[in-house]
């Protein structure tokens, strides 16, 4: 049984970051902190996720955008915490999803309560437990499902045990022996080419761009 909740804080100017991560931490949260979009994204994908905690103002995004990405793919609690009070920005918020709104200059102790506060609400305190590959494409690993614009779609098991290693690990490079040693392990005597095979597969079924080529290195799948 998971014990401790895990917030994941997206916000450029770390000196805010490292006071929200230190009182959450006092609160006995696991807390992670991004300062773009991207860095967050590869958190959320890649860690247990229980609360975000969003700056609307990002160097690679908006907090508008990101809000969306991860709503889209589950149904984790946001709070978006801005130094911009527009009505129309806290409006647009909510609509994307957010589940809460606060404005800079802040008090920590209200930051705890409202986050202890969205964590109690049954409705959102679970995640749907999808990797998102892409904005079409999602992976339920729970029950081994690939689903492409909410339709399932049919994969051997290799080919959804490859598929999960490049959505896990986006923008990493692997060679073919990694891949080989990764998911066929010791029990397989083919050779290379096999990869070959089944990242064809995958781009047959899945779209051509979804891993992409490396030459004279490998394959990976490129972060959105």
């Not at 991560?21 to 300062?35: F, M, N």
Request: glycine share 6%; proline share 3%.
């Amino acid at each position: 049984m998971k014990m401790q909740q895990s917030i994941l804080i997206v916000e450029d100017e770390e000196s805010i970051l490292d006071i929200l991560a230190y009182s959450l931490r006092k609160e006995r949260y696991i807390v992670h902190g991004a300062t773009t979009g991207e860095a967050a994204l590869s958190l959320f994908q890649g860690t247990e996720i229980d609360l975000v905690i969003l700056d609307l103002m990002l160097p690679d995004t908006t907090g508008f955008e990101l809000c969306k990405k991860i709503k889209a793919t589950s149904n984790l609690p946001v709070m978006m915490l801005t130094a911009r009070d527009d009505i129309v920005d806290k409006i647009l918020g909510l609509e994307l999803g957010a589940d809460d709104y606060m404005t800079k200059p802040f008090d920590v102790r209200e930051v705890n309560a409202r986050v202890k506060a969205l964590l109690r609400r049954p409705s959102n305190g679970q995640s749907i437990n999808y990797l998102a590959v892409n904005e079409e494409i999602r992976i339920i690993p729970n029950s081994h499902t690939v689903l492409k614009n909410e339709e399932p779609v049919a994969m051997k098991p290799k080919e959804y045990e490859l598929l999960l290693l490049f959505a896990q690990h986006k923008n990493r490079v692997f060679s073919r022996e990694e891949i080989l040693d990764t998911i066929w392990a010791m029990d397989f005597e083919g050779g290379l080419r096999t990869v070959d095979v089944h990242v064809q597969r995958i781009r047959k079924k899945l779209g051509s761009s979804i891993i992409e080529t490396v030459f004279g290195t490998g394959y990976k799948m490129s972060g959105y």
